[in-house]
């Protein structure tokens, strides 16, 4: 079973704050998302991974930078965080890049910013 | 317009019921389908994909109507486990990577 991890299930911030978000996989999968997840919006894409240091912007990227040192590993950072980035994040990873691949999501970081 | 969308429900039925719901995409050109499942504070789990010859697993069917740019998810015979929220997943190109783009979800609420 593909096992997705992340760092914190709720996580609680200051405005300006600089915050970090780990995901891990593992089944050495190539590609690694970060989406979030808003009432009515559904799940927006921030950026992903195809590779290790490789990185690509999503939908939504302004505000978020992300690192991929290691394959099994996939950072979210905010720089600094704002009262708009509260919210859900999702990390999810595929064995591929086919639309036909399945994303396996993490149980996901419920952030708040103050 | 958004590029997926779905009633947003609640869809209240009782134990045993059908249920059916419908989501529609603007980009004609999308090429693959997906039904996920999320149950409330958990994360989405793939429930099926969905082809233009439409399939089925158990007690789900999911149809593709590429003419009309919409997809359907029927449940029959609910259970109280099938209660979640439904999101319905469009990928819009054949290549490149593997980008997902998901409605906002439609929520059923099964009761006994």
């Known amino acids: 079973d593909v096992k997705v991890t992340q760092s914190s299930r709720y996580l609680v911030k200051r405005t300006g704050e600089k915050v970090f978000l780990e995901c891990v996989q593992d089944?050495?999968?190539?590609?690694m998302f970060w989406y979030r997840q808003d009432p009515g919006l559904g799940l927006r894409l921030i950026y992903f991974?195809?590779?290790?240091?490789?990185?690509e912007k999503g939908d939504i990227p302004e505000g978020y930078s992300v690192s991929r040192e290691k394959k099994e590993r996939f950072s979210l950072i905010l720089e600094s965080a704002s009262t708009n980035q509260t919210s859900m994040y999702l990390c999810?990873?595929?064995?591929?890049?086919?639309?036909?691949?399945?994303?396996?999501f993490g149980p996901g970081t419920r952030l708040t910013v103050l | 317009r958004k590029e997926v969308e779905q009633d947003p429900g609640p869809f209240n039925v009782p134990e045993g019921a059908t249920v059916a719901f419908n989501c529609t995409y603007s980009?004609?050109?999308?090429?693959?389908f997906f039904w996920y499942r999320q149950d409330c504070r958990k994360e989405p789990k793939l429930l099926m994909s969905v082809y233009s010859s439409g399939n089925e697993d158990g007690r789900f069917t999911a149809q593709l109507n590429r003419a009309s740019q919409y997809i359907s998810l029927l449940i029959r015979d609910s259970k109280l486990s099938d209660s979640a929220t439904y999101l319905c997943?469009?990928?819009?190109?054949?290549?490149?990577?593997?980008?997902?783009?998901f409605g906002a979800g439609t929520r059923l609420a099964v009761h006994p």
């Open positions: 991974s195809y590779d290790v240091k490789m990185k």
């Open positions: 089944m050495d999968h190539e590609n």
């Open positions: 999810a990873s595929s064995l591929g890049l086919a639309g036909a691949d399945t994303q396996y």
């Open positions: 980009n004609s050109a999308s090429q693959s």
């Open positions: 997943v469009v990928t819009p190109f054949s290549g490149g990577y593997n980008k997902l783009i």
